[in-house]
């Protein structure tokens, strides 16, 4: 596992500290990142090498670093961030991985699996054009600002026919009083569900209905947090509410 950086400075938000400590959580790991990962998953219809190169953007402190290897054997993840306070955290859960699956177990899921880290911005990323067989952008792309310049670059960096995993909050969400009052973000730049899609759809991508999902997670509902329909007072249907999240598994044309 290995650390280098790039001398690219982009305008961001910076986020709360609120917002640091909630990546570290049980919650976020296993009721945010693991179900995205498991619906993505599950919405490629294109065969994938058997140990895919992924480019991890937005890593964070590394909480996806072992669900991903779990569910797609890679031979490399790569995980870009630019808050360097994070990339120390998302190293430190590299080198765990590596600790609980040693490549010389050979009944290891992970064997061979190799976990680097570079310090980057998603709009200029520092990598290799077509070397990635996949792109994980995991609720990464509503903190960019230069969202059109970042997709070129998933597309640029992936391989034809290369999948991006893209997995966001739309403005419904991100716009609610609550997710305002704990956490930071760029409010100019936020899009319903339709428009990330329109927007991944003109950079390039290539995706049907099926590889498209619109959760509708408890904890995306910031309103009541999902409470009105536990109770059975409330039960909006799709089509008849704001989406607050959008998965899709888009396929870069070859």
């Known amino acids: 596992m290995s650390v280098s950086e790039s001398n690219c400075v982009p305008p961001f938000v910076p986020e709360t500290a609120f917002g640091i400590w909630f990546l570290r959580t049980h919650t976020w790991e296993h009721h945010v990142l693991r179900v995205a990962i498991n619906d993505l998953t599950r919405l490629i219809d294109v065969p994938l090498p058997d140990a895919p190169e992924i480019v991890d953007v937005g890593c964070g402190q590394g909480k996806s670093l072992r669900l991903l290897a779990e569910a797609f054997r890679p031979r490399r993840i790569l995980g870009i961030d630019y808050h360097q306070a994070s990339l120390e955290q998302a190293a430190l859960a590299a080198r765990a991985c ?111 209905d099926r590889n498209v999902s619109l959760p509708y997670l408890w904890w995306s509902r910031a309103a009541d947090f999902g409470l009105f329909e536990r109770l059975g007072l409330h039960r909006p249907k799709p089509g008849k509410r704001r989406e607050t999240l959008v998965n899709v598994a888009a396929v870069k044309a070859t």
Request: hydrophobic share 40%; net charge positive.
């Open 98 to 208: 590596e600790r609980s699956f040693p490549r010389s177990h050979q009944n290891s899921p992970h064997t061979g699996t190799k976990f680097e880290l570079l310090h980057g911005d998603c709009a200029r990323l520092p990598l290799p054009t077509a070397s990635a067989d996949i792109v994980f952008c995991h609720q990464t792309f509503h903190h960019l600002v230069e969202q059109e310049r970042a997709l070129a670059e998933f597309y640029r960096v992936l391989k034809p026919g290369g999948v991006l995993l893209f997995a966001e909050s739309t403005e419904a969400y991100i716009r609610s009083w609550v997710i305002r009052l704990l956490f930071r973000h760029p409010m100019h730049v936020q899009k319903s569900a339709e428009g990330y899609l329109a927007m991944i759809r003109d950079a390039g991508f290539r995706f049907a």
